[in-house]
């Protein structure tokens, strides 16, 4: 036993020496707690070491107690409390089920009330959007039926009574009776304010009398709502155009005798002994003030239409006076040149207004009644120039070069060409505009041509047709656009040259004494050969006197080289007929070169 003891011994004594204080958590705080009870390590402390653990623990446990019995305390007074509470709770269910008993019926009461107020407040909902749907308020109605302040809120009311007037057809298929109602009291509360528009719109077209009126911002407005009357409109659109067109007349008159303000510009009918600078001064008045007074019905008239019309009977006004001045100036114009400048004045504005106006316009109407009537005076003055120049009876020269009368009939068609071909028409071709003139110019000068070659003989008749025609073409040639008369001349000297040249190949045939191949023998051929070689030495002799008379080279060249083909090809007969025996004759291809 001894043994064991000390063996058991030995372990415990082996197994404290092995552990690691360090590392224990538990016995560090236990060591910690230990040090804090004992304060002195001495024999005495060691041996009572338990017994004062056990009066600390039976410490600890009193104090326990006692502070467990305060809170027995709370806990039985809280406990009393929540029986009293309880208690009340009780008597407040109890009265609570009697309160529910009795206030049932109020409950019910109160619910159907509930109920009934939410059905009004739906029903006011309802009747409160109609009203503001369809209704319009007395103020709102008394605003339509001014007539001497139309303003924003004017049209404003007045939109609104249509739009309500164009909701009622939906109201009338559920709603008859009421939607008939509204519908006849809106549309009588349009036609009060349409007439209040009507009467507003035309006193302020009434005002517009300035030379630059400045239109109320409402009035451009106002005659988009007077679309919706079309008499109404007709009629403030006569209006306007009434007033407009005694402000425009009146601005014309002035500044025909007035001038400009301060006297600038000057009154144009200061230039009324220069009938070009005359016309054209009227004509652009007219254009730049048509232009300023379509600005100004485009500010306020609705569509690009009624701007058009209202022009069209503005622009009236002053279609007498310039018919008038116009009509002076080409009456009293007798040189056909400046006729000619007054036709492309008045055709250019007629061009430069016509986008403005309508094709039917009156004003429209004028000036090209008015270019026709100088177009007319142009043909008839012109045409009198040409038959002075005819009626001089003047007989060409033996050199058949072109007479005075003439050349001074060229040289006016030379200014009319060259007149023309500065003048600027927008909307008509070139092409056309120099035909319709070459009609009129080119016929009566050819008619001159004619008439002073009518007592000439074939050959002088040919040639001084040629020379003068050639004159023409080489004149016509220097402007553009003139194509067609320039065939129709060439086509003429072409004819001309035929004559000519059958004309010299008779001649060549008779200084040769070539007779016709029936009539061909040898004595003949003697006679033909002998006359040719004396014709080839001095190639004069075959010439007709009157075509080294010709102006253009061209044109005796021409002349020549057909003769000389024609008579190289009878020739070329001659010389194979069978009386060609033990004479010897050229041949054709020697003749033709000798004839070069």
């Known amino acids: ?13 082996q197994k404290v020496l092995s552990l690691k204080l360090d590392q224990d958590p538990d016995l560090i705080v236990a060591l910690k707690g230990l040090s804090c009870v004992v304060t002195t390590n001495n024999l005495r402390t060691r041996r009572n070491l338990r017994g004062d653990f056990e009066r600390r623990s039976v410490n600890l446990s009193v104090e ?42 109020l409950l019910e009461k109160t619910s159907k009330i509930k ?3 939410a059905s009004v407040e739906m029903k006011k909902e309802v009747i409160t959007a109609f009203i503001s749907r369809y209704h319009v308020t007395p103020q709102q109605a008394a605003v339509l039926k001014r007539s001497d302040q139309v303003d924003t809120e004017f049209f404003s009311v007045l939109e609104r009574v249509k739009t309500i007037h164009q909701d009622c057809k939906i109201l009338l298929q559920t709603h008859q009776t009421t939607g008939l109602q509204i519908m006849e009291n809106m549309a009588h509360l349009q036609e009060q304010a349409f007439q209040s528009l009507f009467k507003w719109t035309q006193n ?34 006569s209006e306007l155009a009434k007033v407009r067109r005694a402000v425009l007349l009146r601005m014309f008159i002035n500044s025909l005798t007035r ?63 310039l018919k008038i001045r116009v009509e002076q100036i080409i009456n009293n114009t007798d040189e056909c040149i400046t006729l000619l400048q007054i036709c492309n004045i008045i055709q250019f504005y007629l061009s430069t207004i016509k986008p403005f106006l309508s094709e039917a316009a009156p004003l429209i109407s004028l000036i090209s009644e008015l270019n026709t009537q100088c177009r007319k005076q142009f043909n008839r003055h012109y045409a009198l120039s040409i038959s002075r120049l005819s009626d001089r009876n003047e007989l ?44 009129v110019v080119i016929g009566p000068i050819l008619t001159l041509c004619n008439m002073s070659a009518s007592q000439l003989e074939p050959v002088d008749n040919a040639v001084y047709i040629i020379n003068l025609v050639s004159c023409l073409y080489n004149v016509l040639a220097m402007y553009e656009n003139t194509d067609n008369k320039l065939e129709l001349l060439q086509n003429k000297i072409d004819e001309e040259l035929e004559t000519l040249t059958n ?17 061909i023998n040898t004595d003949r051929l003697s006679v033909v050969s002998s006359k040719l070689d004396q014709a080839l030495l001095n190639t004069e002799l075959l010439w007709l006197q009157q075509c080294t008379r010709l102006s253009a080279l061209r044109h005796r060249n021409a002349v020549w080289r057909g003769a000389c083909e024609q008579f190289v090809k009878v020739y070329t007969t001659l010389i194979q007929s069978e009386c060609n025996e033990g004479i010897l004759l050229k041949s054709p291809d020697q003749i033709a070169q000798l004839l070069k």
């Open 115 to 117: 109920r009934e107020s």
């Open 396 to 439: 060409p020269g033996l050199d058949l070069v072109p007479t005075t009368a003439f050349q001074e009939a060229v040289h006016l068609l030379k200014i009319i060409l060259n007149t023309h071909d500065v003048s600027v028409v927008p909307d008509v071709s070139p092409l056309t505009s120099m035909t319709e003139l070459l009609d």
């Open 204 to 237: 302020e077209c009434r005002h517009l009398t300035s030379d630059i009126p400045e239109p109320s911002p409402s009035l451009k407005q106002g005659f988009l709502m007077l679309q919706d009357r079309e008499s109404l409109l007709k009629a403030t659109l």
């Open 259 to 321: 001038g400009g303000p301060g006297g600038t510009p000057k009154p144009i009918e200061l230039s009324s002994h220069d009938p070009i600078r005359y016309g054209g001064d009227m004509l652009a008045w007219l254009h730049q003030t048509i232009a300023s007074e379509r600005d100004l019905l485009s500010s306020f008239l609705p569509t690009k239409e009624t701007v058009l019309e209202v022009l069209c009977e503005v622009t009236e006004g002053v279609s007498r006076t």
């Open 64 to 105: 326990l107690c006692e502070s467990f019995s305060h809170v027995n305390q709370l806990v039985e007074k809280l406990s009393s409390e929540i029986t009293t509470m309880s208690e009340s709770c009780k008597e407040m269910t109890t009265e609570l089920s009697t309160a529910r008993t009795q206030m049932q019926g």
């Open 503 to 519: 004309l010299q190949y008779d001649h060549m045939i008779k200084t040769t004494s070539i007779p016709p191949t029936e009539m």
């Open 1 to 13: 036993k001894a043994v064991v003891s000390t063996q058991s011994t030995g372990r415990k004594l």
